[in-house]
Structures are given as structure tokens and as C-alpha cells.
């Protein structure tokens, strides 16, 4: 008998398992309810989206779902889960039935401060919200931006907002921005090319409120001063969309606890994408890798386990890469180690970080032409050895090294 599989999104964890399973499983009757009324979108291209006018963000076709041969149902909600009857609940009253289910409903940022759900707070993380303030913004009846955080998302959006002509100002708790990421000596390349575009960038400024009466009006700092303007954007972090597990009684903490095969707690329901904890590649530590590669890779684990055939998560990897600040950064994995090695490099900085003679992180800056080598040292963990004193070199590339001491 064929098994009715149901899946909670349609992100790209959510298409990764309908693309993955498809390929090997034609016939399983597959259901995918989407929250927002748009086809599948990626979320990395909504920038472009917004600054061209280009639709390189809806990433695939019209008819995708008629070729997966799916039950695709856009602008619906889940309101609540139901596993012991394995049924969830539609916000129109419908209830579905399912044999197994996947959780992969995103996230979305947030900032947990008093008045951070006003009307005018915005959140940059689903296509439906930035669609929203972009029609503020082009009515012209928005002219001034705040946003609350500098991490990789909030850096992006405040470069938007000031490129489509609104006065953006960035408040920073910390003393450094995307610190999540970059190191200080990384991030000081960042701040200066962002304040250099116009966006004007308060570190250690630390949000106590955002105020307001019926809609967000500004927000007021610890230090009692108040800065207003004509939308917020709360860019702290993200926070997994699991409202709807509420009394379900599956497994979480910030996100859903997963084990390798990406199960949860319970058995006949899978979870990828920004709503899991994953267990980091190098430390083992699991927290929520809110990024594109690793919510694909997720889809593609749950897209096999579904189909019968075990695959395993080897583990998530911290990576991001700011595309539109005008000088290329990329970071990739730790941020600290007992050997660090740091070189200017064709006009950029070329950061290593090492650990017990392996490749544990690095960091780029401008020139990011090594940027496959060095993931390929980083992802299969290789002994460096003699090699070590070439991984500086500008022309440095695996082509330096013997492919054999690469796969070994």
C-alpha cells in the first residue's frame, strides 16, 4: 500500500525531500502545504529579487508540482499537530491525514523584546513580509529604516533598504558586527564597506523596547534614548515556525531534537531546514544552522529515509557569505583555534584557523578564488602536513595537493 507522505513547507528542505523522494518513489501520494501564497521561492535570490526586479527568487517552475506529481496547497496554515491520530489541523478547520509527516515550516527573525510583535516590525525571512514592506517602501510612504541587529541577514537587509534610497541606521549590542560569524579582524573589512554604502552602523547600542501605540513607532535603548522611523526590522536571530506543535508532545528546545536519520521523537515524523537542532560537523554541538546548503542537504536525508533507503546527517556546517556589501566576505566553520594563520592575499586577507594540524575554519576577504579548496580540506578533515605552508600562496588550489591525500 502506498503511504500518504505530508510535508510542512515549502522552502528548500521542504522541495529538497519532495525532489529527493520522487527520485526514487513515483508512486507515494505526497502532500505539500505551503503558508505563503507563492510557488517555491529561495531565499538567498529575495535580495536580487527586490533590488532587479528579477525572478531569479522563485527557483522553480509553475508547474513543478504537476511534474512531482504532488498535491501542492499554497497561502495554508497549520494551526495544530496531531501525532497519536496522525492528522494536522488547517487553520480553515480541515483536518489531513498522513502516514508520515515532515516538519519543514522555517523560521523566522526575531528580536525578544517587549513590543517585537507591533504591526511594523518586519521580518525579512519569508517572501510574504519582505513583499510587505517592499510595498511601503515603493509607495515612498516608508523613508527611514531601523534595524535591530548587524548579523549576516540584518547587514544584507540594511544594504537594501539604503540602495532602494531609505536612511538606514543599525544598532549592535556587540562591539563588532555578524559576530556570530567573523572574527573582529574580519569584521572590522565589513564594517567599513557597509558605513562606506551609507548605512549608519551604532555598535554596543542595545535595545531595551520597540514602541509604539498601535504600530511601531521606534524603539527605545537602555540608555533611554528613543530612535524612531518608518519600519523596524528585528534582526537578532531567527526562531523556528513550530507554534503549531504546541501539546503535541514531540521533542524540542529552541528546535526540534532530531536523531541521524533526522527523526524526531516521533517515529513517523521527519524534520529539516531552520525548525531542527543539527549536530555541527566539527563540534558535535547541535543548535539551528538557519542556511540554504544545510536545509538542502537536510531535505535530501529525509527525502531517502522516507523511501526506504537509510541515510545518515553527517552534521551541519557554519557558513555564510555577504554578496552584496561590495567586497566579498566568506566564513566558514570556527572562528578561533590554537594556530591561526593570516596573510593579505591579492589585495584581500586570507584567515586560517587550525586545529591539531587540521583545517577547523577560515575566513576571506575580497579575494575568495580559494574558497573550493578550502572546503574541500575542511569538509574531509585532511591531515595538512607538508601542505600547510602553501595554504597562503594566492594561487593556492587542490590542484597544489595530491588528490589521493585529499580523499584519504
Not at 529561495?42 to 513543478?64: C, Q, R, V, Y
Not at 531546514?273 to 543548535?287: C, F, M
Not at 593570516?342 to 587540521?358: A, D, F, K, M, P
Request: hydrophobic share 40%; net charge negative; charged share 20%.
Amino acid at each position: 500500500m502506498n503511504k500518504h507522505i505530508c510535508i510542512i513547507g515549502a522552502g528548500p528542505a521542504g522541495i529538497s525531500v519532495v525532489e529527493t523522494l520522487r527520485s526514487v518513489n513515483k508512486s507515494s501520494k505526497v502532500t505539500v502545504l505551503n503558508a505563503e501564497p507563492f510557488p517555491p521561492y529561495s531565499p538567498p535570490a529575495m535580495i536580487d529579487h527586490f533590488l532587479t526586479g528579477s525572478n531569479s527568487h522563485l527557483w522553480k517552475e509553475k508547474d513543478w508540482p504537476e511534474a512531482m506529481d504532488i498535491d501542492y496547497r499554497s497561502g495554508v496554515s497549520v494551526t495544530a499537530l496531531m501525532p497519536q491520530s496522525h492528522l494536522v489541523r488547517l487553520d480553515s478547520g480541515e483536518t489531513i491525514g498522513y502516514d508520515q509527516l515532515v516538519i519543514a515550516s522555517g523560521s523566522r527573525l526575531y528580536a525578544p523584546l517587549p513590543g517585537a510583535d507591533l504591526p511594523g516590525v518586519y521580518n525579512f525571512k519569508s517572501l510574504s513580509a519582505a513583499e510587505e514592506l517592499m510595498s511601503r517602501v515603493r509607495s515612498g510612504e516608508a523613508k527611514t529604516a531601523l534595524v535591530v541587529g548587524a548579523g549576516f541577514i540584518g547587514m544584507e537587509i540594511a544594504l537594501l533598504l539604503c540602495d532602494l534610497g531609505l536612511r538606514v541606521t543599525q544598532v549592535e549590542m556587540l562591539d563588532t558586527v555578524m559576530s556570530g560569524m567573523l572574527d573582529q579582524w574580519t569584521a572590522t573589512f565589513a564594517l567599513k564597506e557597509i558605513q562606506q554604502r551609507g548605512v549608519e552602523v551604532r555598535l554596543q547600542t542595545k535595545a531595551k523596547a520597540f514602541i509604539g501605540d498601535d504600530r511601531m513607532q521606534g524603539v527605545e535603548l537602555e540608555s533611554g534614548q528613543v530612535f524612531l522611523a518608518d519600519v523596524l526590522i528585528a534582526a537578532t536571530g531567527v526562531r523556528p515556525n513550530l507554534d503549531f506543535i504546541a501539546g503535541s508532545g514531540i521533542e524540542h528546545r529552541w528546535g526540534l531534537v532530531v536523531n541521524q536519520e533526522l527523526q524526531t521523537s516521533h517515529p513517523d515524523i521527519y524534520a529539516a531546514g531552520d525548525v531542527i537542532e543539527a549536530p555541527d560537523r566539527l563540534t558535535g554541538q547541535p543548535y539551528v544552522h538557519a542556511i540554504f546548503p544545510n536545509a538542502v542537504e537536510q531535505g535530501r536525508v529525509v527525502g531517502l529515509n522516507l523511501a526506504g533507503i537509510e541515510a545518515k546527517y553527517e552534521g551541519a556546517e557554519r557558513m555564510n557569505s555577504l554578496k552584496h556589501l561590495g567586497l566579498p566576505i566568506m566564513a566558514v566553520g570556527m572562528k578561533e583555534s590554537d594556530e591561526i594563520l593570516r596573510s593579505r592575499v591579492n589585495g584581500g586577507w586570507r584567515t586560517l584557523y587550525i586545529q591539531e594540524n587540521r583545517l577547523v575554519g577560515y575566513q576571506l576577504v575580497g579575494d575568495i578564488a580559494a574558497a573550493g579548496a578550502l572546503r574541500q580540506l575542511f569538509v574531509k578533515q585532511v591531515d595538512l602536513g607538508k601542505y600547510k605552508e602553501h595554504l597562503l600562496e594566492p594561487g593556492f588550489s587542490l590542484g597544489m595537493l595530491t588528490w589521493a591525500s585529499i580523499t584519504q
